[in-house]
């Protein structure tokens, strides 16, 4: 089991997203402000290569693209609906440099850029961990993309491999994918790798006892939804017993995250509000 020795540790969800836009500087800065033992940067791909800086794999929600880009979008069906979509491995690193990336969130941020994740890695380096998470990799790699290469390249570019920071690794990867942590244990094996867990469904199929012992040949940790430990906080207990830490997410108020640090004995926790982080 990866050691937690300091203590449960404070996930800064996008960054202090609830105080600031996600993924950008002002939201990783402000979260350094507040003590984040973490920063959680999720990574996508752009057209040319480069990893840059965002939760959801298309770049409409949080910047002005369909302005700047109108014609640049893509046809999905998203709940059932054809929903126009513009994907940020149709874009060139240059052109996604162009977007803001503040004002969604309030006027008082335009200007915000999206980061990209050498930038990320250069703001919070020495300040704190950081937490990336895989974006939709298997999609991405089914369009040509080896998103768990350019990770590790980038990784060891910065020599950020088996690293550690304040007596805790320094990195931690993370994914909702079987496939893209395996792929990650074989070309990373000494970074630790969290499995997202969201749904039902998936719970049922991994954090039972079996399940976790599977996933321990290739995770050292599960990050299941706050709302399946709720529903069964044993979870924990199977976990560590299975030789894996368990982080849950996403949390927003203290005393919810006080309960779960302290009577169902999560490791760390994502929040939005890191400033909130019991200690």
Same mark, same amino acid.
């Given at each position: =089991?990866v050691?937690?020795?300091?203590?449960?540790?404070?996930?800064?969800?996008?960054?202090?997203?609830? /105080?600031?836009?996600?993924?950008?500087?002002?939201?990783?800065?402000l979260?350094?402000? =507040?003590g984040?033992d /973490?920063?959680?940067?999720?990574?996508g791909?752009?057209k040319?290569?480069?990893?840059?800086?965002s939760?959801?794999?298309? !770049?409409?929600?949080?910047?002005?693209?369909?302005?700047?880009?109108?014609?640049?979008?893509?046809?999905?069906i998203?709940?059932?609906k054809?929903t126009?979509?513009?994907?940020?491995?149709?874009f060139?690193?240059?052109e996604?440099?162009?977007?803001d990336?503040?004002?969604? &969130?309030d006027?008082?941020?335009a200007?915000?850029?999206v980061?990209?994740?050498?930038?990320?890695?250069t703001?919070?380096?020495g300040k704190a961990?950081? &937490?990336?998470?895989?974006?939709?990799?298997?999609?991405?790699?089914?369009?040509?993309?080896?998103?768990?290469?350019?990770?590790?390249?980038?990784l060891?570019?910065?020599?950020m491999?088996?690293?550690?920071f304040?007596?805790?690794?320094?990195v /931690? !990867?993370?994914?909702?994918?079987e496939?893209s942590?395996?792929?990650?244990a074989?070309?990373?094996?000494?970074?630790?790798?969290?499995?997202?867990?969201?749904?039902?469904?998936?719970?049922a199929?991994?954090l039972?006892?079996?399940?976790?012992?599977?996933?321990?040949? &290739?995770?050292?940790?599960v990050?299941?939804?706050?709302r !399946?430990?709720?529903a069964?906080?044993?979870?924990?207990?199977?976990?560590?017993?299975?030789?894996?830490?368990?982080?849950?997410y996403t949390f927003q108020e203290?005393?919810?995250?006080r309960?779960?640090?302290h009577? &169902?004995?999560v490791?760390?926790?994502?929040?939005?509000n890191?400033?909130?982080?019991?200690?």
């Amino acid at each position: =089991m990866v050691s937690t020795a300091s203590g449960p540790f404070n996930i800064a969800h996008r960054g202090a997203s609830a /105080y600031a836009p996600e993924h950008t500087a002002a939201a990783y800065e402000l979260a350094l402000e =507040m003590g984040a033992d /973490y920063v959680e940067p999720d990574l996508g791909i752009t057209k040319d290569g480069i990893l840059v800086v965002s939760h959801d794999p298309s !770049l409409e929600r949080t910047t002005d693209v369909e302005e700047r880009f109108p014609d640049r979008f893509s046809m999905t069906i998203v709940d059932g609906k054809p929903t126009k979509v513009w994907w940020i491995e149709d874009f060139t690193l240059a052109e996604i440099k162009t977007l803001d990336k503040g004002s969604w &969130f309030d006027a008082k941020f335009a200007g915000q850029k999206v980061l990209t994740f050498q930038e990320a890695i250069t703001l919070v380096r020495g300040k704190a961990g950081i &937490f990336p998470e895989l974006k939709t990799p298997g999609r991405v790699r089914a369009k040509g993309f080896d998103m768990e290469q350019a990770v590790a390249n980038l990784l060891e570019k910065n020599q950020m491999v088996g690293t550690t920071f304040e007596d805790r690794p320094e990195v /931690y !990867l993370q994914s909702f994918e079987e496939d893209s942590l395996r792929r990650l244990a074989t070309l990373l094996p000494t970074v630790p790798r969290t499995f997202l867990i969201g749904t039902p469904e998936d719970g049922a199929r991994w954090l039972t006892a079996a399940g976790l012992k599977e996933a321990r040949a &290739f995770a050292t940790a599960v990050s299941p939804s706050k709302r !399946l430990i709720l529903a069964d906080p044993a979870i924990v207990t199977r976990a560590h017993a299975a030789g894996l830490i368990v982080v849950p997410y996403t949390f927003q108020e203290a005393d919810e995250m006080r309960r779960f640090v302290h009577e &169902f004995k999560v490791d760390g926790l994502f929040t939005d509000n890191p400033d909130r982080f019991p200690r």
